[in-house]
């Protein structure tokens, strides 16, 4: 059986993930230790997730709701452009026209069988 590999030419992809902030616009707690009788106030407010999907794929980012944040993946200009990172030791920012929904943008490692 063939491995999948890299086709030449086509550009890298970056996943990541957008951070809701809760629906009273606080950034949530890390490390968050929720139970059933409080996590309706680390929930983030119902229209985050649909406003933050819309800006995101305006410009060209595939994104799905993953409750508490955005799954997101783009081409590595697309996210440069975007999130600002220059590089692996710079943090991508927030960008302004997200930041009443958004509070952090972080890389994350897509399992094994999506690479």
Do not use: C
């Amino acid at each position: 059986m063939a491995r999948r590999g890299r086709v030449a030419n086509a550009p890298e992809t970056v996943h990541f993930q957008l951070l809701l902030r809760t629906a009273g616009g606080e950034p949530a707690p890390a490390p968050v230790r929720a139970s059933t009788a409080d996590i309706a106030r680390y929930r983030p407010d119902p229209g985050a997730a649909p406003a933050v999907i819309a800006w995101l794929a305006k410009h060209g980012v595939v994104a799905h709701d993953a409750g508490f944040a955005i799954a997101a993946s783009a081409p590595r200009a697309t996210f440069t452009r975007l999130f600002g990172q220059r590089g692996a030791s710079r943090a991508p920012s927030v960008p302004a026209a997200l930041a009443a929904w958004v509070s952090a943008v972080e890389p994350s490692v897509p399992p094994e069988l999506f690479r």
